[in-house]
């Protein structure tokens, strides 16, 4: 991860401030799909004695929660059940064995998942995640929000993701390196610039992505264009890294003058102070905002007179201790949640806010940086509770955004300036959350909804006129 401070490959420093607050598939292919289980959309009770500890996930999977949100804007656009019966399930499914002899001279089985979802939009785009818990039901919840993602942002990709079940934080460089090269070996037939694009997800980096361009070239020719998130000086792109959670500020200059908040006296909580996280509160930090908590999966901070989390991150980079920072309380991560601010936003993992802690939430907006963090009780209770609720699947489109600025440079074999591309950032979510709220406007929608329905009739839309359904 780039600190602020430091200097690019190209000798400039990334750009970290924003300028003032004052603008307001379709493709015939032969498939192979597996079995799409239907699975139920009820968040289910706990068996008794689970009961989800409120820092800790839900006990409902990020396919249902998903599926839920996707169904039920089906149920209000009057989707017919054919063309519903498309969209809920992948159009490919791509299981693979990754056996890799590791230094203690055994082989260690992993294994490999890309789900892709739909085509209709454009090539296939979406992150590859290592993580333990990595499983084809959680690649297929991913791989469907990136279709939507998409759509809403208006650029020109379908929706896809990948995973491996490892541990990438456990495992030597050289063995990190063998099973990337693995993985794409076996699954190289159905990427391809004009295919599937992948990029980086949480346990992975441009690291990864290099040596997936690498193994990619060995195998078809030089190809910068086969995934993004690349490092700079391998045709990756200015302001890639920092793009997710820019775009989230961005969604947050654009909400609070309609809820009253100016970035002077806006109080910000982040769970999940990673890439995602930590961007978005440095570059808050710029515009004014106090930063008054901040967690890890290290434990959780908190200052009511505000956090330096640029010097936190420096912190963190440097080897340090989330709960070691001074100048901090430490507090229990089951009571981040609760801290009173005016946005909250969860940039972890999914399912964090669920039936067991939502009634906590203290925010008045809630900016999704992570992917599902919200499950569909959670929602209805800040529903209630009159949080204005800005969904991941806007919300956090910022990284794919400048993905595809990464691939069209890569496609023309030209570079653009930072700013250019930060700008043109800012151009594509505040279209994106307009015309979001436009829909939930004249449609009496929450912002969630709303990005659904637009996501999903934009997709039928293209689909209907390639002749795909
Ligand atoms: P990351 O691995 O860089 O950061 C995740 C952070 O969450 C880490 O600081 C980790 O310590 C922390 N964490 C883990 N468990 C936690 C817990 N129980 N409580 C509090 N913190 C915990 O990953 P990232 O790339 O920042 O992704 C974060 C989320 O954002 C994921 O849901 C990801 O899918 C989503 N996302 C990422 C991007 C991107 O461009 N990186 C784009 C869209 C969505």
């Known amino acids: 991860m780039t600190d602020p401070e430091e200097r690019d490959g190209q000798g400039r420093a990334p750009v970290l401030s924003e300028e003032p607050l004052t603008n307001s598939s379709g493709a015939a292919e032969v498939a192979e799909v597996s079995e799409v289980t239907e699975t139920d959309v ?62 203690d001279g055994k082989i260690h089985v992993f294994k490999g998942y890309r789900v892709q979802h739909n085509g209709a939009r454009g090539p296939y785009k979406g992150g590859l995640r290592y993580h333990p818990d990595v499983d084809l039901d959680e690649v297929r919840a991913l791989a469907m929000l990136m279709t939507w ?17 490892c541990r990438s ?40 992505m290099a040596w997936l361009m690498d193994e990619y070239g060995k195998l078809h020719g ?15 792109s200015y302001g890639r890294e920092s793009a997710t959670g820019r775009g989230l500020v961005y969604l947050y200059r654009e909400a609070a003058p309609k809820l009253g908040l100016s970035p002077s006296t806006t109080t910000v909580v982040v769970q999940g102070f990673g890439n ?32 330096d989390t640029v010097k936190l991150h420096e912190f963190i980079e440097q080897g340090g201790k989330l709960t070691d920072y001074e100048g901090v309380d430490t507090i229990s991560p089951d009571d981040l949640i609760a801290i009173p601010c005016d946005v909250f936003v969860p940039a972890a993992l999914g399912g964090m806010i669920h039936e067991g802690n939502a009634d906590r939430v203290q925010c008045k907006v809630l900016l999704e940086g992570a992917n599902s963090p919200t499950t569909p009780v959670a929602d209805e209770i800040l529903r209630e509770k ?29 570079r653009w300036e930072e700013r250019e591309i930060n700008d043109k950032l800012g151009n594509i979510m505040r ?10 406007r004249q449609k009496d929608l929450c912002l969630r909804d ?20």
């Open 386 to 414: 009159d949080v204005y609720v800005i969904p991941d699947v806007m919300a956090n489109a910022g990284g794919v955004v400048v993905s595809y600025f990464e691939w069209v440079q890569n496609m023309q074999h030209f």
């Open 450 to 469: 709303a990005a659904y329905e637009l996501g999903i009739e934009r997709v039928i839309e293209t689909a209907r006129t390639r002749g795909y359904i």
């Open 222 to 236: 030089h190809t910068p264009a086969i995934v993004t998130g690349k490092p700079i000086p391998l045709e990756g």
């Open 169 to 208: 934080d456990q495992l030597k460089p050289e063995e990190l390196q063998a099973i990337t090269r693995s993985l794409m070996d076996k699954i190289d037939k159905v990427l391809g610039p004009n295919r599937d694009i992948m990029a980086p997800d949480v346990g992975t980096n441009a690291q990864v």
């Open 276 to 307: 995602v996280g930590s961007w978005a509160a440095r570059i808050l930090q710029q515009l004014g905002v106090r930063i008054i908590g901040v967690s890890n999966a290290d434990g959780a901070i908190r200052n009511d007179d505000g956090i």
């Open 42 to 103: 009820q968040e289910q009770a706990p068996p008794p004695g689970t009961q989800p500890q409120p820092s800790s996930p839900a006990h409902v999977s990020d396919l249902d929660i998903v599926k839920h949100y996707f169904d039920t804007a089906c149920d209000r656009l009057g989707v017919p059940d054919d063309v519903r019966d498309v969209l809920r399930t992948s159009y490919r499914e791509t299981v693979v064995q990754i056996p890799v002899r590791f230094a």
């Open 431 to 440: 279209r994106a959350f307009r015309e979001v709220d436009a829909v939930a």
């Open 149 to 165: 993602k998409t759509a809403i942002a208006g650029i020109p990709y379908g929706g896809a993701k990948g995973g491996v079940n």
